[in-house]
């Protein structure tokens, strides 16, 4: 790895504690030579061959919220990461803002959301395409971030308040809407999320917004990421048994579940290496696991008879797991779970071929980007 570059604050402002813990995900997306950053009122691109900034792009509007009014502590900031749109040789990343349009004559301001799509070769704005925020989100004190959850297409799927949202990016407007629903994952070319009045998960197709499938109904449920074909779903049982379940994105069938009495057991996130396994932790961190993309669990830690503990895993790719122990950073084969490298060196938070961002060894705040060398 080469020298660190610091990144802009924006790429981990209110996401890590001080003691250098990742609370929630960067608002990063590290694609090819380019790391992309939302913030709540910007998308900034850095070069990872020179770390300089070579783009700022911002709402039309003038943004509802910005970094210094934000929430100081950590947890403050709502901007999540951006997603890439890919159709054929087009590539596009995507982030939302909230924005407030000016009023003209007797029309007072009024809040819109604004979808930008961004060449993902050239740095330059594609689309940027102007939605309605939920009924429940027109007061500017109470809005909400919107969240871009993924993309099939030239289809993207947000999450605008409490509304899902879906816009076709090539035709500049808004597809469907299914008011009351939280969107948790993408996969194949559904999107699965939950009521928000009952505990039942639903499968969206994303060019239409017509159901495909549905869960029966449970006492809590949450849905997450897990692979490209596979969702998490989360919760508890009309019986109050806590269950981790694994279901077919495509067809809502169920391939694998735990069950557990503890009503924090299952507080587990996961996350896709990109090629072919799924990686799990909990909350506590005290156990990972990894899946493949059919479902079949691959191993699991701690393992007593092995005398082995779960790391905390900061990230995955391409067959690697990325974390750390009380001994140090740590590299894990993904498909066997043994250890890769027991010394390398480095814990970053997101990984590719060109370069790794990570916090820096001293934990003196915010994050740095080293690039790939040899």
């Known amino acids: ?61 003038e943004p509802a919220l910005s970094p210094p009014t934000l929430n100081p502590f950590v947890g403050g900031n709502p901007a999540q990461p951006p997603i890439l749109a890919e159709t054929g040789a087009q590539r596009r990343v995507v982030t939302a803002f909230a924005a407030t349009a000016p009023g003209q004559g007797t029309t007072p301001p009024r809040p819109v959301i604004e979808i930008l799509a961004v060449d993902a070769g050239t740095g330059r704005e594609a689309q940027r395409i102007e939605i309605e925020p939920s009924d429940d989100d027109q007061h500017a004190l109470t809005r909400k971030h919107p969240v871009v959850i993924g993309a099939r297409g030239t289809v993207v799927v947000a999450q605008v308040g409490t509304d899902a949202v879906a816009v076709n990016l090539d035709d500049r407007r808004e597809i469907w809407r299914r008011p009351d629903f939280t969107l948790g ?61 694994l279901l077919d994105a495509a067809t809502g069938r169920m391939l694998d579940e735990s069950t557990a009495s503890s009503s924090t057991a299952y507080n587990i996130t996961c996350l896709h290496d990109g090629r072919s396994v799924t990686i799990c932790q909990d909350q506590r961190q005290d156990w990972a696991g990894a899946f493949d993309d059919s479902g079949k669990w691959l191993w699991e830690l701690p393992d007593k008879k092995a005398n082995r503990i779960a790391p905390t895993v900061t990230t995955a790719w391409h067959g690697a797991v990325y974390g750390r122990t009380a001994n140090g950073p740590v590299i894990l084969d993904a498909r066997t779970g043994e250890d890769r490298e027991t010394a390398p060196g480095l814990t970053p938070w997101l990984v590719n071929e060109h370069a790794a961002v990570a916090s820096p060894p001293d934990a003196s705040g915010g994050v740095q980007l080293y690039r790939a060398t040899g």
């Open 1 to 61: 790895m080469s020298a660190p570059m610091p990144l802009p604050d924006t790429a981990s402002l209110s996401k890590i504690n001080l003691g250098g813990q990742r609370v929630e995900p960067l608002p990063v997306l590290l694609d090819g030579k380019r790391v992309w950053i939302s913030s709540v009122d910007r998308l900034e691109i850095v070069d990872i061959t020179s770390g300089t900034v070579t783009a700022r792009l911002r709402p039309e509007h």
């Open 185 to 245: 994952a993408v996969a194949g070319d559904v999107a699965v999320g939950t009521d928000a009045k009952t505990a039942v998960a639903r499968a969206l197709a994303i060019d239409s917004g017509t159901e495909r499938w549905h869960t029966e109904p449970a006492e809590t449920i949450t849905i997450k990421p897990g692979s490209p074909k596979i969702v998490t779903a989360t919760g508890a049982s009309r019986g109050r048994k806590q269950f981790f379940r």
